[in-house]
């Protein structure tokens, strides 16, 4: 989230996501950490391995109808042959030879749907060999950003507890003990905002002091 998404409408009793406003309010200030550089690799490696697991559903019932119907083929077969050698019939040679046709026209079938689920296993392995990839990328990702996370917030943390003990009517000189107003009233002066906040705190006198302050436009209620 953006720093204006954590602090844009300031109001008695709102919520704020300390941490995760901290972090937001260091970003608006373009820091860095050790580990961004890291982040958007793992990002990138994770963009790369995207392949999804191929049905082998199809691919196996594909072979089974073509055994079925090979198995077919060769009792036709067979039957033929039986008949041509019971007689010398022109008809039922023809017949043997289609009966021939058919049966090598089923066992190229039959062979392309056995190649075709030997391709979708080894995909499938493949699939999930990136699955198990993209799952450890991840946990590296989330622990490099759980560090960046720290390092925002120590790099920002010293100058909001400073500025919070400038605010008008604040008695906390600690962000993490301040009520929520105060602590976002003190992001907002820290931060680096390009739309203008909504204040309906009271925490000023009149619009123009709660600018000066927080040195940003301010929309006063």
Not at 70 to 91: F, H, I, P, W
Not at 113 to 136: H, K, Y
Request: aromatic letters at 4%; hydrophobic letters at 40%; one cysteine or more.
């Amino acid at each position: 989230m953006s720093l204006y998404q954590h602090v844009g409408v300031i109001t008695p009793g709102m919520d704020l996501t300390r941490r995760a406003a901290l972090v937001a309010t260091a970003r608006s200030l373009n820091a860095s950490t050790e580990v961004d550089v890291a982040i958007r690799e793992l990002h990138a490696q994770l963009r790369s391995r995207s392949e999804p697991i191929p049905l082998r559903v199809d691919a196996r019932r594909r072979v089974a109808e073509t055994v079925t119907d090979l198995e077919a083929k060769r009792e036709r077969v067979a039957t033929m042959r039986g008949r041509l050698q019971a007689t010398d019939d022109e008809t039922a040679a023809v017949a043997y030879h289609d009966a021939i046709r058919q049966l090598s026209e089923a066992e190229t079938e039959h062979t392309a749907a056995v190649e075709a689920l030997t391709t979708a296993r080894q995909q499938a392995r493949a699939a999930r060999d990136i699955r198990e990839q993209r799952f450890r990328i991840e946990d590296r990702l989330e622990n490099l950003k759980r560090r960046a996370r720290k390092e925002l917030v120590s790099a920002v943390l010293p100058t909001v507890n400073t500025e919070l003990s400038k605010l008008p009517d604040c008695t906390y000189t600690s962000f993490d003990e301040a009520d929520s107003v105060s602590a976002a009233l003190t992001l907002v002066r820290v931060g680096a905002l390009k739309i203008p906040v909504t204040t309906a705190c009271r925490r000023f006198s009149d619009r123009q002091s709660a600018e000066e302050w927080l040195e940003t436009p301010v929309y006063w209620i």
